[in-house]
């Protein structure tokens, strides 16, 4: 995979009606890749999960092209109400995550505010006809009618896709669900809310090992909430999870049973030249995301995608500004509760580039290698197959230059928080409100 800066995007699909009057309920709230790139999930704020499948297709032929279809559909969380606290609980899907395939089925994880579940997804393309107990509708035949003994026979019929629900988990969280990790053992996961982190077995539903409470014993005490937790992608005894005051903290289960103390402390000291009123507000990370080879981290602040080593905490290896230019606007921002947005970020496949969302459906992508950085669009203007992306830029002064948006003219309504790189190739997939775009490079 080249380094982003000598990739040319263009556009390859889009997902999702065309009406200007969205739902909310269709609104996409996370994007997921299986770990072969196979399949592509989106969860929605109404509670749907909808599958795409690579097509075989675009996959073989010379270019390769990323280019899915619909692959299964189904209801993965209802409205709730928790009576006890007189609260109504979404059915908006926070996270998907899935387990690397052990068999035909796919199995995947998915959880609203309160409820985790575990689907499994199956293909029937076979039914048996023949029985002797039942008729064919499936009722069940009365034994003194059956008379002779029949060989059940199978028979192909039309692919089916059925998801059905495997596992429950509930009841383990007093706050909101904020992440879902799977570990690298493929039988244990961790599930995240403000003040708790709790460790699940995915075949025990009624128990789970609590291994992060930062709760005080005097709630106006509390001084930061876990903002994102992220299991290791090969040590199976380490996780991270990154707050609300702009640390990261890596633990390993190996240390103690409730890992109140972390291994290390990831924390950028602050520039007191920009100190402001708004600067806890902003340091806060809203996602964070160790790099596939294990070495690195990257987190994501409001304003920037910082890189961890490891094997460093005193500070970032590199720091790219997402969109500075807001900087100057953090005042209304404030007041269109804007600067609260939590955007997420990815890597790559192969560690070298990372992408991360922005306003006015802009996405950011950072060349690692090169150091190169690019803005791009996510715009119903550019949906024509293999229509190369052109880069965006965004003016701040008075005058503005050829091909540049000015900073007063971002729709701040069009944010994209959601985005997915392929795990091998460079396809991407970006939630645009309700649409979901697919680019690709231009090779």
């Not at 904020?178 to 690298?184: F, L």
């Not at 539903?205 to 992060?212: A, C, E, K, M, P």
């Not at 005080?216 to 707050?243: D, G, K, Q, R």
């Not at 269109?336 to 580039?353: H, L, M, P, Q, R």
Request: glycine letters at 4%.
């Amino acid at each position: 995979m080249a380094g982003n800066g000598d990739i040319q995007w263009c556009f390859s699909q889009v997902k999702g009606t065309l009406e200007d009057d969205v739902t909310e309920a269709d609104i996409i709230s996370c994007v997921e890749f299986n770990h072969d790139g196979d399949l592509l999930a989106t969860g929605d704020k109404g509670g749907r999960v909808v599958i795409f499948q690579r097509d075989p297709v675009s996959k073989n032929c010379i270019p390769r092209r990323g280019e899915y279809n619909v692959y299964s559909t189904f209801q993965s969380h209802e409205p709730e109400f928790d009576y006890l606290k007189s609260l109504e609980i979404e059915e908006k899907i926070n996270k998907i995550r899935w387990l690397k395939r052990k068999n035909q089925a796919h199995f995947l994880l998915s959880t609203n505010d309160k409820t985790i579940k575990l689907w499994k997804v199956s293909e029937r393309d076979k039914k048996v006809e023949g029985y002797n107990t039942k008729e064919e509708n499936g009722q069940m035949r009365d034994p003194s009618c059956v008379t002779a003994l029949r060989v059940p026979i199978i028979k192909p019929m039309e692919l089916m896709v059925e998801a059905s629900p495997r596992r429950i988990f509930a009841n383990a969280h007093t706050y909101h669900i904020n992440s879902i990790s799977v570990n690298s053992d493929q039988e244990t996961y961790l599930s995240a809310d403000d003040l708790r982190i709790n460790l699940w077995h995915l075949e025990i539903t009624d128990q789970s090992f609590n291994i992060v409470d930062i709760k005080p014993t005097n709630m106006e005490e509390l001084t930061e909430v876990i903002t994102a937790a992220e299991f290791h992608p090969l040590e199976c005894n380490l996780f991270a999870y990154s707050s609300s005051k702009g640390t990261i903290r890596l633990c390993d289960m190996r240390a103690a049973a409730l890992c109140d103390r972390h291994s290390k402390l990831f924390e950028e000291p602050e520039d007191p030249t920009n100190r402001s009123f708004f600067s806890e507000i902003i340091s806060s990370i809203s996602d964070v995301k160790i790099s596939n080879s294990g070495r690195y981290m990257i987190s994501r602040d409001y304003l920037s995608v910082k890189v961890w080593d490891l094997h460093m905490e005193t500070k970032p290896i590199e720091s790219y500004p997402v969109h500075e230019y807001l900087r100057s606007k953090l005042c209304s921002l404030y007041e269109n509760d804007c600067i609260f947005d939590k955007f997420e970020c990815c890597w790559s496949g192969n560690d070298s580039a990372i992408m991360t969302g922005s306003y006015n459906n802009f996405f950011r992508m950072f060349d690692r290698t090169h150091k190169r950085d690019v803005t791009l669009e996510a715009a119903r203007e550019i949906a024509k197959p293999r229509t190369v992306l052109k880069p965006r830029k965004v003016g701040t002064g008075g005058k503005r230059k050829k091909d540049e948006i000015n900073v007063d003219c971002l729709d701040f309504n069009k944010k994209i928080l959601h985005t997915a790189w392929h795990p091998s190739e460079n396809i991407i997939a970006v939630a645009a409100t309700n649409n979901l775009f697919l680019f690709q490079d231009k090779f």
